[in-house]
Structures are given as C-alpha cells and as structure tokens.
C-alpha cells in the first residue's frame, strides 16, 4: 500500500511541478499540440483497437451488462470522434488571460479580474475511454495539467491512449509530466488522489452515483460534483404526438447508457390513452422494458408496475418508467421530487406551459422540444467537455475550458496606501 500511495503521490508531484509552465505555455503551443494529439490517435487508431479489445474481453467474461460494454467499446467512429473533440477544442478561444472585469476606482487603483487555471485537476471515471480524450483535452487547453484515473474496466485502453497523447503533446512543447496517468486499478487508488490537498487542486468524479459519493465523502480536496442523470421527458396536452414518439424513443435508446438519456416518461392525463398505444409500439420495436404507473396499467394491463423505487432509478438501460399526470404543475412537481438536476425536457405546441417548464424545473438543462441527449458539451459547441455538472457551486450542466479556470484580480496602483 506504501508504494502505490508513492506512486500516485510522485506522479501528481509531477503534474504540479508541469503546472507551473503549463499555466503560461502560449495558446499556439497548445493549440498545436491539441492538433498532433488529434492526428495521432487517427494514425495510431489500431493500437487503441488492439489494447480496446483485450478490455471488452475481460468485461463479457465478467458478465458485465451490454449496456456497460457499449460504453467501453471503442471503433473507428468513436476515435474519429474523440480526434474531432481535440480539433474543435483547438479551434476554440483561450479562456486564459482574458479579463471579464475592469474597474477604475477613485483613489486612482486601476482593477482587473481575469481568468487563470487551477493547476492540477484530478479526474476520477469510469468505463468510457473517450472521457481520457476529453479530460486531457480541456484540461491542456484551460493550462492545467492532468491526473487522470480511469475504472479498471478500460485500463488497456486507458494506457495506450494516454501513451499515445503524452507523446504528442510533449513534442511540441507541452512540458513533461502535463498529462498523468494512474494505471493502478486497486479502489484505495481513488481515496490516495483524494487526499492529495496541496498538490492536486481539483478532483473531478465522473460516474455512477457510488463512484461520486466515494469522491465526495473522502476527499479532501475540492470537488467537482458531476451527477447521475435521471432524465425526464413531458409530453404535455399540447404536444405534436409524432414529435413526442421521435423525441423518446431518441432519448432512451440511442444511447441508453449515457447520463443523459431519458429514464422517465410524463404523459397528460388527456392525451394517454392515444399516445400510450403508440409510444409502446415505437419503444418495444427497440426492446424497451416499458414499467407503468396505475393509470397506465388501466390503459395497458400487461404493462409491468412501476414502484416508488423506479421514479428514482438511473437504468443506463433499456428500461422506461412511464407515468400519466394531471397537466404540466403536476409534472413538474414529480421531476423536481425525483430528477437528479440533470436534463428535462417538455414536448409542447403552447408557449404558456413551454415557458412554465422552463422558469420551474430545477435541472442544469432544461429544454423544449428536443431530446435531453444534446446535454453534452460536444453538442454545445464546446469542443468537448470535462462532465455534466449537478451543482449549483461555481459550474453546471456541461463543463467546458471556463468552467477549468478560477479568476485572479490584478491590481495597478501609484504609491496607494490605505
């Protein structure tokens, strides 16, 4: 235990010492390097393949649900994606230096904040690879060196393309020891990061709710809450029904895994008896597990119940709770008990209720007539992103390069006293 706790603790000491010039490194350098990374996962695409296969492997001869392979499996695409990420970040304004405060005060003191990084930011996550990609990515651009500990599940994976960022960034510039690894797969691993305070000055969790409430009780450290996401989707009275069935059946099974697909299906009481039949017919076609409340058990007695447990239930699943309620109050009222802050949306043609759903849900995303999947920073033009955050401190919804930064005030005075 003695020599991983000294491991983690050289590796992250190397990481702050790589902070203290990476935080001034030029924004063409970093750029640049964002770039090579970008080219050499594409060149190098078989080796993340090779090293990907030996993990998803392992994972089915652990008997690991499919929904928790697909979030391990790389391919072609995915790694053209996680290239694409890096170039989008690269295109994107250096949030370092810029000042969003200027003021003159009348004893002369001319006063600027401006937008300086962290320095080391701990990453904690779990099965999916391309979150490597994105950590690395916007930490390097937001000037903040790395430490990055992924789940034991994609540890081959994990190596090779930390290995394959390290080279490219490092020659073009990026100081030596920018982007850490942590390739122990022992859980002690996640509490020795968590203790690191004065060396690691971030630690971001990234996961399923056990992995977060681990970070949250044992560090010592500031965090970063990024959230498990029950998401919801209210199809209200007024909704274009066609639009509503597109909407869900996106939502729960383009990727049932992710934190931002839907969990939780709200219908107006008015309008479930047409819908109902219609949404089951669309979902079953993809093998969706349909639990219903007793309202819709009357409309569809084969359908099984849903239980008090299930309103509260992230199933990174094929798996649908469905509910009929009395208007948009009542829904409403059961996403703010149950959510978890993340995405909810409302399908609707009537701009009282749209508005209403927007002013009243308390999530970090909260839209109107679109699928909660687009909460990701990808989709949100920010290149990539570091989490969704659930907080309400400092970040929410999904974290890009300004959510990396913290502000430093400068001051220029002429002989000022006070």
Same mark, same amino acid.
């Given at each position: 235990?003695?020599?991983?706790?000294?491991? *983690?603790?050289?590796?992250?000491?190397?990481?702050?010492?790589?902070?203290?010039?990476?935080?001034?490194?030029?924004?063409?350098?970093?750029?640049?390097?964002?770039?090579?990374?970008?080219?050499?996962?594409?060149?190098?695409?078989?080796?993340?393949?090779?090293?990907?296969?030996?993990?998803?492997?392992?994972?089915?001869?652990?008997?690991?649900?499919?929904?928790?392979?697909?979030?391990? &499996? $790389?391919?072609?695409?995915? *790694?053209?994606?996680? #290239?694409?990420?890096?170039?989008?970040?690269? #295109?994107?304004?250096?949030?370092?230096?810029?000042?969003?405060?200027?003021?003159?005060?009348?004893?002369?003191?001319?006063?600027?904040?401006?937008?300086?990084?962290?320095?080391?930011?701990g990453i904690i996550y779990e099965a999916r690879p391309n979150v490597t990609v994105d950590a690395a990515a916007l930490c390097l651009k937001s000037g903040n060196a790395c430490v990055l500990r992924g789940g034991s599940?994609?540890? +081959?994976?994990?190596?090779?393309?930390?290995?394959?960022?390290?080279?490219?960034?490092?020659?073009?510039?990026?100081?030596?020891?920018?982007?850490?690894?942590?390739?122990?797969?022992?859980?002690? #691993?996640?509490?020795?990061?968590?203790?690191?305070?004065?060396?690691?000055?971030?630690?971001?969790?990234?996961?399923?709710?056990?992995?977060?409430?681990?970070?949250?009780?044992?560090?010592?450290? +500031?965090?970063?809450?990024?959230?498990?996401?029950?998401? =919801?989707?209210?199809?209200?009275?007024?909704?274009?029904?066609?639009?509503?069935?597109?909407?869900?059946?996106?939502?729960?099974?383009?990727?049932?895994?992710?934190?931002?697909?839907?969990?939780?299906?709200? *219908? =107006?009481?008015?309008?479930?008896?047409?819908?109902?039949?219609?949404?089951?017919?669309?979902?079953?076609?993809?093998?969706?597990?349909?639990?219903?409340?007793?309202?819709?058990?009357?409309?569809?007695?084969?359908?099984?119940?849903?239980?008090?447990?299930?309103?509260?239930?992230?199933?990174?699943?094929?798996? $649908?709770?469905?509910?009929?309620?009395?208007?948009?109050? #009542?829904?409403?009222?059961?996403? +703010?008990?149950?959510?978890?802050? =993340?995405?909810?949306?409302?399908?609707?043609?009537?701009?009282?209720?749209? =508005?209403?759903?927007?002013?009243?849900?308390?999530?970090?995303?909260?839209?109107v007539n679109a699928s909660t999947r687009f909460t990701d920073g990808f989709e949100f033009g920010f290149g990539a992103e570091i989490g969704i955050s659930t907080q309400k401190l400092h970040a929410r919804g999904p974290?890009?390069?300004?959510?990396?930064?913290? &502000?430093?005030?400068?001051?220029?005075?002429?002989?000022?006293?006070?």
């Amino acid at each position: 235990m003695t020599e991983i706790k000294q491991t *983690i603790e050289n590796k992250s000491m190397n990481a702050k010492k790589a902070s203290e010039k990476l935080a001034n490194i030029s924004t063409n350098i970093k750029n640049d390097a964002l770039l090579k990374m970008a080219d050499e996962l594409e060149n190098r695409k078989e080796e993340i393949l090779k090293a990907n296969a030996i993990d998803i492997e392992a994972a089915k001869n652990k008997g690991v649900k499919k929904s928790y392979i697909d979030r391990l &499996t $790389l391919n072609e695409k995915r *790694i053209e994606d996680m #290239a694409e990420g890096l170039r989008q970040t690269a #295109a994107l304004p250096d949030p370092i230096g810029t000042g969003d405060m200027y003021v003159k005060r009348p004893n002369g003191l001319e006063i600027r904040r401006v937008r300086v990084p962290f320095g080391v930011i701990g990453i904690i996550y779990e099965a999916r690879p391309n979150v490597t990609v994105d950590a690395a990515a916007l930490c390097l651009k937001s000037g903040n060196a790395c430490v990055l500990r992924g789940g034991s599940e994609a540890i +081959n994976s994990n190596k090779q393309i930390v290995e394959i960022l390290q080279d490219a960034a490092y020659s073009v510039g990026i100081p030596e020891g920018s982007i850490q690894f942590i390739d122990i797969i022992d859980r002690d #691993a996640v509490i020795m990061m968590c203790k690191l305070r004065g060396i690691i000055d971030i630690i971001i969790p990234r996961g399923g709710a056990g992995l977060i409430n681990r970070v949250i009780e044992n560090s010592s450290v +500031n965090v970063i809450e990024t959230g498990t996401g029950i998401c =919801h989707e209210y199809v209200d009275v007024y909704a274009d029904l066609d639009m509503a069935i597109n909407i869900a059946v996106n939502a729960k099974t383009s990727r049932p895994s992710v934190c931002n697909a839907m969990e939780t299906l709200l *219908i =107006h009481k008015d309008i479930a008896e047409k819908f109902l039949p219609m949404i089951k017919i669309a979902l079953e076609k993809k093998d969706v597990e349909l639990r219903g409340c007793e309202r819709c058990r009357k409309i569809i007695p084969n359908m099984k119940a849903a239980t008090e447990e299930d309103w509260a239930t992230e199933y990174n699943d094929l798996i $649908l709770s469905i509910k009929i309620v009395d208007d948009v109050d #009542a829904a409403i009222a059961h996403i +703010n008990k149950y959510n978890t802050e =993340h995405s909810d949306t409302i399908i609707t043609q009537d701009i009282k209720n749209a =508005h209403k759903f927007l002013q009243e849900v308390d999530a970090a995303a909260v839209y109107v007539n679109a699928s909660t999947r687009f909460t990701d920073g990808f989709e949100f033009g920010f290149g990539a992103e570091i989490g969704i955050s659930t907080q309400k401190l400092h970040a929410r919804g999904p974290m890009g390069l300004e959510a990396l930064t913290t &502000t430093k005030y400068l001051i220029y005075g002429e002989g000022q006293i006070r």
